[in-house]
């Protein structure tokens, strides 16, 4: 579907936007407090989660409609605007009668097309700022769909939020950042304003800063922090939030570099991206080649009856995988993905071979 976006912060200006506030309202006190200090940094919009949605019950699920009084005394306050979190009709509702300025879907709400399908006809001929954010698994259609429901209802000044996609097993994030998905998601439609929560992807404050700087780094329009008084005490997501002053600190920080494409003004850089080129095709060839003995492997099983999948061939593959990315400069995460895919690839083409009548 063809959008015609506007901005969601109702003025152009340089990267980054910034969006700023604890991840939770708490009480009046608090939400005011981390208003103030952030007014002073001159951020763009004021979070703070009114309903929240948790993993586990008996959790701190928000301080429901009650809290929205205080964001408005935000408003009021700081001159700041504002916006909360909405999963249903009854959220969009209150959120309008209370002046909020901007709402967001949580990645939770994005997932389920019926809920976001819900906040799109509450919004039918309202003109407020909507941002969604990626739903938390790595569906990339299913994000752009949620963006369309709203599109289609009328909303134009939408952004969408990139906070990661989970994932079984302990790794290094609370989300995965899967970059792919947001770097597509902007290759499909460059009018869209794509900040990165960098707090959700993280899970934990040390790598907030590094994470941020990447997304500088791949032209995203902002970034959305969770920044709370006394993040230690937060009562929810404690682990991840950091003081006004650490923000300010990690904002001071970023390195903005330029957006606009390379080729035009530094053509020194042509010549290295038509070595890339060059070899992308090469990559391309030997994948291509690869697969052709794989089909000829395909063929011997076929007339022998041995069935596609051979594990101890498989571990091979990923043991050598491993030892193969410590002789290079790779990581190992990219190597075995990479011989995954691989694998899978190989196995589509000879489940071909083998399905087909002779
Ligand atoms: C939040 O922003 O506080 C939140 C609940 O995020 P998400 O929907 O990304 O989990
Ligand atoms: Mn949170």
Redesign the pocket.
Known sequence: MQMKLENVFGAEKQRPYIIAGP??AETEAQVLAIAHELKEQDIDLY?A?IW??RTKPGSFEGVGALGLKWLRRVKEETGLKVTT?VANRVHVDECLYHDIDVL?I????TVNPFSVQEIADALKGVDIPVMV?NP?NADLALWIGGIERLYKAGITKIAA?H?GFSSFGETNYRNAPTWQIPIELKRQFPDLTIIN?N??ICGRRDILKEIAQVAMDLNFDGI?T?VHNDPDNAW??AAQQITPKVFHELVQSLVIRESQDLDIKHSDLSSIRSKIDVLDDELLRILSDRMKLSEEIGKYKKAHNISILQPGRWNEIIEKSEQKAKKTNLSLSFVSELFRAVHQESINHQEEILSKND
């Open positions: 991840c939770s979070r989660g929240k949605p979190e967001w949580g990645a939770r709400t954010k938390i939020i906070r929560d707090s959700h959305m969770e929810s997501d």
